[in-house]
């Protein structure tokens, strides 16, 4: 089944605008609950405004916590590259090593200090 382009157009639109299309509905809910039962519009709105005080507290604790997670990831990162380097320091080194080691031959003897010195 084709989705008819002024169907799919107006989905689009209410993506796009969805604060403002949910904030309408409500208002409107609000407004009709006032005139015809005023004990449920005043329920809809203590909900609305609960739930805007509610949603801008989370909204501050969800920043400090993504703030947090964004610093250890960083951190993470910079010992992660710290190690990697590292590690490349300790292999560079001991090839370095194993090349310079001198050869000693088992026949020759080596001289003795005197001891006038």
Same mark, same amino acid.
């Given at each position: 089944?084709?989705?008819?382009? @002024?169907?799919?157009? =107006? #989905?689009? #639109?209410?993506?796009?605008? !969805? ?14 609950? =006032?005139? #015809?039962? *005023? =004990?449920? !519009?005043?329920?809809?709105? %203590? +909900?609305?405004?609960? %739930?805007?005080?509610?949603? @801008? $507290? +989370?909204?501050? $604790?969800? !920043? &400090?916590? /993504?703030?947090?997670?964004? /610093?250890?990831?960083?951190?993470? %990162? =910079? ?8 590690? /490349? !320091?300790? &292999? $560079? ?11 000693? *031959? %088992? ?11």
């Amino acid at each position: 089944m084709r989705i008819p382009k @002024r169907v799919n157009a =107006a #989905w689009d #639109w209410a993506e796009r605008h !969805g604060r403002a299309l949910s904030a309408g509905t409500i208002l409107l809910i609000i407004t009709v609950g =006032a005139l #015809w039962l *005023p =004990a449920l !519009g005043a329920l809809v709105a %203590g +909900m609305v405004v609960g %739930g805007v005080l509610v949603h @801008r $507290r +989370m909204r501050r $604790r969800l !920043g &400090r916590l /993504q703030a947090d997670n964004d /610093q250890l990831l960083r951190q993470t %990162g =910079a010992l992660r590259h710290k190690i990697a380097l590292l590690e /490349q !320091g300790v &292999r $560079r080194e001991s090839s370095v090593t194993t090349q310079r080691l001198p050869f000693i *031959p %088992g026949s020759v003897e080596l001289p003795e200090a005197s001891e006038a010195d």
